[in-house]
């Protein structure tokens, strides 16, 4: 069983930026894709960014397209999601998953293991 350590989170001003990362266990990292999600407080969980396995081909939910960068480094068995211009509805426990597939997925059902979660603030 893979495990996931996820590390970064914290309380930024509207408009700064964080980085996560996510540490898998495991010597099999290329072979399958990684994403990134989060729930907000009150709400269900939802779909942030996903990346494949060894292509690196990303995709991202509309609500941080263009603000928020998905990456893998593979040798390190560790993705980023490196979050830029953030906005109090950011605000949420931020979750990385190991994907079933090799491919980018956006659906909560396509991943078998999760990290322990991290707690991103955004303030006003």
């Known amino acids: 069983q893979v495990q996931l350590v996820v590390s970064g989170g914290g309380l930024v001003q509207a408009g700064g930026s964080l980085r996560l990362s996510c540490t898998a266990s495991?010597?099999?990292?290329?072979?399958?894709?990684m994403g990134w999600f989060r729930q907000a407080p009150g709400k269900e969980r939802e779909f942030v960014a996903a990346?494949?396995?060894?292509?690196?081909?990303?995709s991202y939910a509309d609500s941080v397209k263009g603000r928020f960068t998905i990456s893998r480094d593979n040798a390190k068995n560790t993705v980023f999601l490196e979050m830029n211009s953030l906005k109090p509805e950011d605000t949420a426990v931020y979750y990385c998953?190991?994907?079933?597939?090799?491919?980018?997925?956006?659906?909560?059902?396509?991943?078998?293991?999760w990290g322990q979660g991290t707690q991103v603030t955004v303030s006003s």
């Open positions: 998953a190991k994907g079933i597939y090799a491919d980018r997925r956006n659906y909560q059902y396509d991943y078998n293991a």
């Open positions: 495991g010597s099999t990292f290329s072979t399958y894709g």
């Open positions: 990346i494949s396995g060894s292509s690196g081909r990303t």
